[in-house]
């Protein structure tokens, strides 16, 4: 059966989220020009977006990537771990990280806290998604760039997924309820 058959709605479309990229694109490489950034991207639901994003970038960078842990299901199991850390130095230089989404924002809390320690000249986050009503009023990070504002939803595609599945969707959808319920195939 078809992916798309699961959608309830699609939120943002292929073309809105190619049309954000580019805008984005043109304020990140008029911030990092001569700079030189190292680009962090947090996996695995950034892979579309950074693949697209560092694409509208257009000044010379390098890439780095982190894994860490993060939702199993749509439940978030509190303890965050780094389970693939970066491959080089980010010391003296300009980082910035790109994110799938800001929910409770515990991930990048603990994401920017872990690199400042690596002591960068500069760090900024640049999210696809913001939803800032599920956000823990602990929080009080701010991202510098986000693509698009999100209603308190659970949402696929476009790299992110539900129980690791519909991140090759082109789209932001949100799943019909019974797709929550899917015996694993
Ligand atoms: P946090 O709650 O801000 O720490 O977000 C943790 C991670 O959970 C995100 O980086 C996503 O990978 C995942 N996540 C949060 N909200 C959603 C969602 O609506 N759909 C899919 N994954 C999500
Ligand atoms: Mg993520």
Do not use: W
Request: aromatic letters at 8%; glycine letters at 8%.
């Amino acid at each position: 059966m078809s992916m798309h058959n699961d959608m309830e709605e699609i939120l943002i479309t292929e073309e809105a989220i190619q049309q954000r990229i580019r805008e984005l694109g043109a304020e990140l490489t008029e911030e990092y020009a001569d700079k030189n950034p190292i680009i962090i991207g947090v996996l695995k639901g950034v892979v579309l977006f950074y693949a697209d994003m560092i694409r509208q970038i257009q000044v010379p960078c390098e890439m780095e990537f982190l894994r860490i842990s993060s939702y199993s299901g749509t439940q978030n199991d509190g303890g965050i771990k780094v389970h693939q850390g970066l491959s080089r130095s980010i010391e003296g230089r300009h980082v910035l990280i790109l994110e799938d989404i800001f929910d409770t924002g515990h991930s990048l809390d603990f994401t920017c806290r872990y690199l400042k320690e690596m002591k960068p000249a500069s760090l900024k986050i640049c999210t696809l998604l913001d939803k800032p009503e599920r956000r823990d009023p602990k929080v009080t990070l701010k991202a510098d760039y986000v693509g698009f504002t999100v209603p308190n939803a659970f949402v696929v595609g476009y790299g992110l997924d539900f129980n690791e599945k519909y991140r090759n969707l082109p789209y932001i959808g949100v799943l019909k309820p019974e797709c929550y319920n899917k015996k694993e195939q």
